[in-house]
């Protein structure tokens, strides 16, 4: 596809559950990025992947919090026992990579994630 | 470490008026500096950034912003609101060294009132 896609666009879970969010970032794009955004609130950076370097998990909130990355494609953050407090909209965005400190964030519409 | 205030979670204008939303940031760098829109049941998508060169900095839909750095500031206008322009606005600075990740302000939510 043309953007970065988020699946699923709607999550629904009872506290305690895991759960995983998936992005697929535009093709060609090395850098990766997940971002919280709690309602009425900012965006709250999580996670940042680059290519092969090691990622920059400076974000997350808490160890039940994880994110992968396969290559230079997919990612899939996880939330392990949710928390009503992670209620949000969680955006992936993807970059052109290294030497591109100016290149633009492209989104995609996100995951709203409601833990009952 | 970087940091991004936005002055005013809601600004509210007539159609026709001038629009001015306030970005002030903090960085140990000089900075690249980046507005997003996101419109109602939509993505973030940008606005215009600043890198280097000119301060005056024009993007999509006839907005500007320009970059001033004595007053560290990248506050974003516009000369006559369109209804189309009602969405929530996010400034945000890539500025210190090994932080490649964006950073963005908690956003204003701009209203256009006809």
């Known amino acids: 596809g043309a953007g970065v896609s988020q699946s699923p666009s709607n999550k629904v879970t009872e506290k305690g559950k895991d759960v995983e969010l998936r992005c697929d970032p535009i093709s060609g794009h090395t850098a990766l990025y997940w971002y919280r955004q709690r309602l009425g609130q900012g965006l709250e950076f999580l996670i940042y992947f680059q290519g092969n370097s090691a990622p920059d998990k400076s974000g997350l909130p808490s160890d039940r919090f994880s994110a992968e990355r396969t290559g230079e494609s997919v990612s899939t953050l996880t939330i392990q026992r949710t928390q009503q407090e992670d209620s949000a909209v969680y955006l992936c965005?993807?970059?052109?990579?290294?030497?591109?400190?100016?290149?633009?964030?492209?989104f995609g519409n996100g995951t709203r994630l409601t833990v009952t | 470490a970087q940091s991004v205030t936005q002055l005013g979670s809601h600004v509210s204008v007539s159609e026709g008026a001038l629009v001015l939303l306030r970005c002030n940031y903090s960085s140990s760098v000089p900075p690249y500096l980046f507005w997003y829109v996101q419109y109602p049941n939509q993505g973030l998508q940008l606005l215009l950034k600043?890198?280097?060169?000119?301060?005056l900095v024009k993007g999509i839909n006839g907005f500007e912003a320009e970059f001033k750095k004595s007053e560290t500031s990248f506050h974003l206008t516009k000369p006559s609101a369109h209804m189309s322009d009602a969405a929530e606005y996010f400034c945000a600075v890539r500025g210190d060294t090994g932080r490649r990740a964006l950073t963005f302000g908690s956003g204003t939510r701009l209203q256009v009132q006809p």
């Open positions: 600043y890198t280097t060169g000119a301060t």
């Open positions: 965005a993807s970059s052109l990579g290294v030497g591109d400190t100016d290149s633009p964030l492209h």
